[in-house]
């Protein structure tokens, strides 16, 4: 039997998720248990970078209860959640992009995400981190990278829209994938757009002595 206090809990049902924390902790540590209810409060009317990052860690610390409430999960392991926004819009005036709807609509609200908020502009990645262990233990951390894109090309985008990758990524693309395409500059952490931000949680599981 593995020893539960060594275990590792993913609240996450991401796939690059799961590969990031795999270079932090060996796969034979790793139990994925991702959360059992899909429903999660929205960013609607918040337009600041400090409501936004609240509401953030909510939806983060919101997984992380529903994780420890399942019966599978074991009471001593260390058990990670997250949630990652993209923000976008001058300050005063900030606009949160989750995934892009998944109806008729997708393209049309994709194709306006990107001439509106992405070419030629900086946009932010936002990924709230929650990590506790056995007795209450627990850290929290927002980890902010920006993001700057080319200026408008309308065949690329129309290209991109044409692929599947869009579709359930935060804010319409992948950094790590096809929409590599349009990106320019990154300042911060490139574990964070894909969806774990490594260096701080290294220093999260360190605090907690689950490294």
């Known amino acids: 039997m593995p020893d539960e206090r060594r275990s590792v809990v993913l609240g996450s049902r991401s796939p ?27 960013f609607d009317g918040l337009t600041t970078d400090a409501a936004i990052e609240q ?28 949630d990652t926004t993209i923000v976008v819009g001058p300050p005063g005036q900030r606009l949160s992009l989750g995934q892009p709807p998944m109806d008729e609509t997708y393209r049309p609200v994709l194709r306006q995400w990107f ?24 850290r929290e951390q927002v ?38 395409v349009f990106i320019t500059a990154v300042e911060g952490s490139l574990s964070n757009v894909v969806g774990l931000p490594l260096e701080a949680l290294r220093k999260l599981l360190h605090e907690l002595n689950a490294a």
Not at 118 to 138: D, E, I, K, N, P
Not at 166 to 175: E, H, M, S, V, W
Request: glycine content about 10%; some cysteine; overall charge negative.
């Open 143 to 180: 980890v902010a990278t920006r993001i700057r894109m080319i200026e408008s090309n309308e065949p690329l985008l129309e290209w991109y829209l044409q692929t599947d990758e869009p579709q359930g990524k935060a804010g319409g693309y992948a950094l790590q994938g096809l929409g590599s």
């Open 55 to 82: 509401q953030l860690l909510a939806i983060a610390r919101g997984k992380h209860q529903d994780v420890l409430d399942q019966p599978e999960c074991p009471g001593e392991a260390t058990i990670i959640t997250a």
């Open 115 to 138: 001439r509106d908020h992405y070419f030629g502009r900086w946009h932010t990645v936002l990924t709230g981190v929650v990590v506790s262990r056995a007795g209450g233990s627990l």
């Open 16 to 42: 690059r998720r799961r590969e990031l924390l795999e270079l932090l902790v060996p796969d034979q540590r790793v139990i994925i248990l991702p959360p059992l209810n899909p429903e999660e409060p929205g």
